[in-house]
């Protein structure tokens, strides 16, 4: 509690260690604990510290646990697309689908993932079947080349997602278009993510 109370205002230093002294108090008579929130949500804070592989370690650490394994799973296979390891993200990504069939970003990314390996009918396929699932879900709207019909913060979120896998010209342009009709309050944060994601390219 007290390392997800310091990760909210990313308070990521503080985070990382009540997040360790949880898990040392939860592993002290069982390395697998009963409850995989302080992995998982140690893994998060490792991954805005810019500390992946020690976040895809605690990540698989917290797939042991059933209530966190879709949420670690989709983690892991996040940070694989990052690494461009598209095979092994296609792989992370369907173990998270098996636990949670309707975890919409997670059907986007294997998708995604699929249309970087080659296998593009299967892709369209998929996006197709979730917008069926969801016809007004926009990461699926994205990658089926469909206009997008939603407010400023969702195509942030949007870009963020695809930030988190690596796909910071995905992220660029869908920050792009935002520009075009954003209200003047908006535009800030925008320019702030496209100089970020500039800086990282």
């Known amino acids: 509690a007290v390392g997800g ?17 949880a898990i040392e108090r939860l592993t002290l008579r069982d390395p697998n604990p009963a409850d995989g929130e302080a992995l998982y949500n ?22 042991w646990n059933g209530a966190w394994r879709a949420a670690a799973y989709f983690a892991l296979a996040e940070i694989d697309a990052a690494r461009g390891d598209w095979a092994r993200s296609l792989e992370h990504v369907q173990l998270s689908l098996r636990h949670d069939t309707d975890h919409l970003n997670a059907r986007n990314l294997k998708a995604l993932a699929l249309q ?24 699926a709207r994205w990658l089926a080349g469909q206009a997008l019909a939603c407010d400023t913060q969702t195509r ?6 695809r930030a988190r896998a690596g796909q910071y010209d995905d992220a660029i342009a ?4 935002a520009m075009k009709t954003a209200d003047p309050g908006t535009r800030p944060l925008l320019q702030y993510y496209l100089a970020a994601y500039n800086e990282r390219i």
């Open 116 to 139: 970087r390996l080659g296998r593009k009918d299967e892709a369209a396929a998929l996006v197709a079947e979730t917008l069926c699932f969801d016809p007004l879900d926009c990461g």
């Open 174 to 177: 869908l920050l792009g278009e």
């Open 156 to 161: 942030i979120d949007l870009a963020i997602g």
């Open 5 to 21: 109370w310091d990760l909210r205002p990313c308070e990521c230093a503080s985070a990382e260690a009540g997040f360790l002294r």
């Open 42 to 63: 140690l893994g998060v804070c490792l991954r805005y510290l810019g500390r992946d592989d020690d976040a895809y370690d605690r990540f698989y650490k917290a797939t």
